[in-house]
């Protein structure tokens, strides 16, 4: 992606921080409830998003060489990506003891798959340009340094925690919370969405000349990649992507997250004990304090008391997520390819 529009996306945050204000959609939305307990729904979601539309399971410098191998398994079906000796990857996939071909493709330094036989929308189509801007995070030189797995509450029910900021200061007040912004900016390309804060992002950007600002700053927030990945930037002695990957469980109720960690740069000893420290910190986040949180929000809208979850005028991205899942919900295979394009 050029400089020039990531700047475009700065001078936006700056105005905002400037002016004490945020990005605003024009009215609010109600989801319905059942739409996080509905088994037959969760059923129609794992077969029309998770097996059709391309998933990151692992970064390509996990297959650096012929024969290496990736492998594991999204709600019930096994899958093997390898490395061949041209250097394409090979995959398969293996459900109820039935074994079919599979497409893995990598863009982005990130590996990704179809579960489906025959794709329904090929995958430069699928990130409708998002390519470009995840390109600028350099995770193909990135090296995996660690992995955490946590369950969690209905699968959407957790991935909407990683598109708002105003929970921040209140639900991690015991953690990194209280220094966190409550106001968030959404950039989207598609269904694929960047969320940023005026005051944490672009506040270093203010009083700068705009051409001494640094790429590293104008890349902050967090990335995701729709449908169920979220990235996000630590330190840990230099600097730390957390991708995690949001699978739906063996039932509606129930998802399985995967935190895998890449260091950018070399880690030494010293660096390996800090990133240790910073990998159980976010195990801890996320388990004890997100997940802990959504799952009681599930069993609250279990008893009823509740038909709905309302998204605010400062929630377009859960807002925009929502859209697109009942979108593709609704897509019959030939019609993907054009519901990427024109948006909904």
């Known amino acids: 992606m050029v400089r020039s529009a990531h700047v475009d996306i700065a001078q936006r945050g700056i105005r905002h921080l400037r002016d004490g204000s945020q990005d605003l959609v024009p009215s609010t939305v109600r989801v319905p409830a059942s739409n996080y307990l509905d088994p037959a729904r969760w059923r129609r979601e794992v077969e029309r998003l998770f097996v059709r539309l391309p998933l990151v399971v692992g970064l390509s410098s996990e297959l650096d060489g012929p024969g290496d191998a990736l492998t594991g398994e999204i709600v019930g079906t096994s899958y093997l990506v390898t490395r061949a000796g041209d250097g394409a990857l090979c995959a398969e996939v293996a459900s109820d003891d039935e074994a079919r071909s599979a497409r893995a493709e990598e863009r982005c330094g990130l590996v990704f798959l179809v579960l489906a036989e025959r794709p329904s929308v090929d995958l430069d189509t699928a990130l409708c340009g998002y390519a470009a801007p995840l390109d600028d995070l350099g995770l193909a030189s990135g090296r995996v340094v660690g992995r955490n797995v946590i369950a969690g509450p209905n699968w959407k029910l957790a991935y909407d925690g990683y598109l708002d900021y105003y929970h921040l200061p209140v639900l991690h007040r015991e953690t990194f919370g209280p220094d966190m912004s409550t106001q968030a900016m959404y950039d989207a390309w598609g269904p694929h969405q960047r969320v940023t804060a005026p005051d944490r992002h672009w506040g270093p950007l203010a009083e700068a000349a705009e051409e001494d600002w640094s790429l590293e700053l104008l890349l902050g927030g967090v990335w995701t990649i729709f449908p169920h990945v979220s990235i996000a930037s630590f330190d840990a002695g230099?600097?730390?992507?957390?991708?995690?990957?949001?699978?739906?469980?063996?039932?509606?109720?129930?998802?399985?997250?995967?935190?895998?960690?890449?260091?950018?740069?070399?880690?030494?000893?010293?660096?390996?004990?800090?990133?240790?420290?910073?990998?159980?910190?976010?195990?801890?986040?996320?388990?004890?304090?997100d997940y802990f949180t959504g799952l009681r929000i599930q069993r609250a809208l279990a008893t009823g008391a509740r038909d709905h979850v309302l998204f605010g005028r400062n929630e377009g991205g859960g807002q925009r997520f929502h859209r697109w899942v009942d979108a593709i919900l609704g897509a019959d295979d030939e019609e993907l390819a054009d519901l990427y394009a024109a948006g909904v």
């Open 238 to 289: 230099g600097k730390l992507h957390m991708i995690s990957q949001l699978f739906p469980g063996r039932e509606v109720g129930a998802s399985v997250t995967v935190q895998t960690f890449v260091a950018m740069f070399e880690p030494t000893a010293e660096h390996e004990a800090l990133i240790a420290e910073r990998m159980a910190f976010l195990e801890h986040v996320v388990r004890d304090e």
